[in-house]
């Protein structure tokens, strides 16, 4: 890692994470606010495996400042060392950097802290939380429990947006985003407890705005009373700096 990543660099050194480059080869608007950047992975592929909802912290400049976001990847191929990371654009280091990024750019990565533990037993269907910046790891999620019909509350966004869901197995409601993500919360209160019953294996998996991720996470866990092997809860992003995993 290079030494221009700051006390975060310094604390990740001593977790022993692992430091590659990456390199662009492409990139292209999905949407106007969404955009989809493919990179070569520098090695990182063949040392750490393959995992669903796989994510990397890349280092990002700033007002001379280094800057870590996490983003998941999609499409990892490790026998070609490729993948491709996508960003939902809002004012911020990561946003910026995707919006201009050109083939032969390089960036550095960090690998530390991703993981996935598959529910067991499999659920018999999962609800699902999120929004743009969370697309990709909603869509690895999705791909990865193939067997389990799934209910997703997905909030704002364009139109256009890649989703992987199945209309045969996945149900898709859109929420717009208002008052700072307690619409959605209000949204969620109104509709799981009702749906729980009928699912009381069911897997909820939660990855919104910090607020929003805590908010549900605990109404979940202590209001509904699902078993904390059951949830999975993330913040993806803070209302004052948008750029996301």
């Known amino acids: 890692m290079g030494q221009g990543h700051g006390w975060e660099g310094a604390v990740l050194?001593?977790?022993?994470?692992?430091?590659?480059?990456?390199?662009?080869?492409?990139?292209?608007?999905?949407?106007?606010a969404y955009r989809r950047v493919h990179l070569t992975d520098g090695g990182m592929l063949a040392v750490t495996g393959v995992?669903?909802?796989?994510?990397?912290?890349?280092?990002?400049?700033?007002?001379?400042?280094?800057?870590?976001?996490?983003?998941?990847?999609?499409?990892?191929?490790?026998?070609?060392?490729?993948?491709?990371l996508e960003f939902a654009l809002h004012d911020g280091v990561a946003s910026d950097w995707a919006r201009t990024v050109k083939p032969g750019d390089t960036i550095e990565a960090t690998v530390h802290g991703t993981g996935f533990e598959r529910p067991d037993p499999e659920p018999t269907h999962v609800f699902a939380i999120g929004d743009p910046a969370s697309l990709p790891a909603l869509n690895s999620l999705l791909g990865a429990l193939d067997s389990s019909p799934a209910t997703v509350w997905f909030e704002g966004g364009d139109e256009g947006l890649?989703?992987?869901?199945?209309?045969?197995?996945?149900?898709?409601r859109r929420v717009l985003r208002l008052d700072s993500g307690a619409h959605l919360v209000a949204q969620v209160k109104a509709d799981l407890p009702g749906l729980l019953k009928s699912h009381p294996d069911a897997y909820v998996w939660i990855a919104c705005d910090t607020t929003t991720t805590r908010a549900l996470s605990s109404y979940v866990r202590k209001d509904l009373g699902v078993a904390k092997e059951r949830v999975n809860a993330l913040g993806y992003w803070r209302e004052q700096s948008a750029d996301s995993r």
């Open 13 to 32: 050194r001593l977790l022993r994470a692992k430091d590659f480059t990456f390199t662009v080869t492409g990139a292209e608007y999905v949407t106007g």
């Open 51 to 84: 995992h669903p909802t796989m994510w990397v912290r890349v280092w990002f400049s700033g007002a001379g400042k280094p800057h870590q976001r996490a983003y998941t990847l999609v499409d990892p191929d490790p026998a070609a060392g490729t993948f491709t």
């Open 162 to 172: 890649p989703f992987r869901t199945d209309p045969s197995r996945h149900e898709v």
